[in-house]
């Protein structure tokens, strides 16, 4: 298995922690996959699906090289209020993220950072149904050759 696809197992796992008790406001009932899935797909709500996106690298002297690799959270809800439920998982992904910059994601392997880079919703126009997109940039240690 890829370190990509560690990673976005790993970030599985911590958000699959999302259950609306103590610092959390929604709960996600643990549907949170590594696959994507389109709206029309979904059946439980709240879902949340992750993929893998484009990969830059960045060479340093010495053979070192940076992985940086685009993930997308994908998040469905249904409520009467979609984009207030999606807030709050919007606030419980920022947390769970902001906790995890340093992600274990293999036998003594973490990432080196993660980052929000942006927050998307449909603006209501699948009400009752919401959908949000969260892209993040993770920065990890690629294997030197």
């Known amino acids: 298995m890829s370190a990509r696809s560690k990673i976005i197992d790993a970030l599985v796992v911590k958000l699959k922690l999302i ?9 996600i009932f643990n549907n949170v996959f590594n696959k994507l899935k389109f709206w029309d797909e979904v059946n439980d709500y709240p879902s949340m699906f992750l993929n893998a996106g484009p990969e830059t690298r960045e060479y340093l002297p010495g053979g070192f090289k940076w992985g940086h690799m685009t993930a997308t959270i994908r998040v469905y809800v249904s409520a009467e209020e979609p984009e207030a439920e999606l807030e709050k998982a919007f606030t419980d992904i920022e947390y769970v993220i902001d906790a995890n910059g340093n992600l274990d994601y293999d036998s003594g392997k973490q990432t080196e950072d993660i980052k929000i880079m942006s927050i998307h919703t449909d603006e ?6 919401g959908v949000g997109e969260i892209t993040l940039q993770i920065m990890y240690e690629l294997e030197s050759n």
């Open 19 to 27: 259950d609306g008790t103590a610092q959390y406001e929604l709960n």
């Open 124 to 129: 209501g126009l699948l009400a009752p149904i």
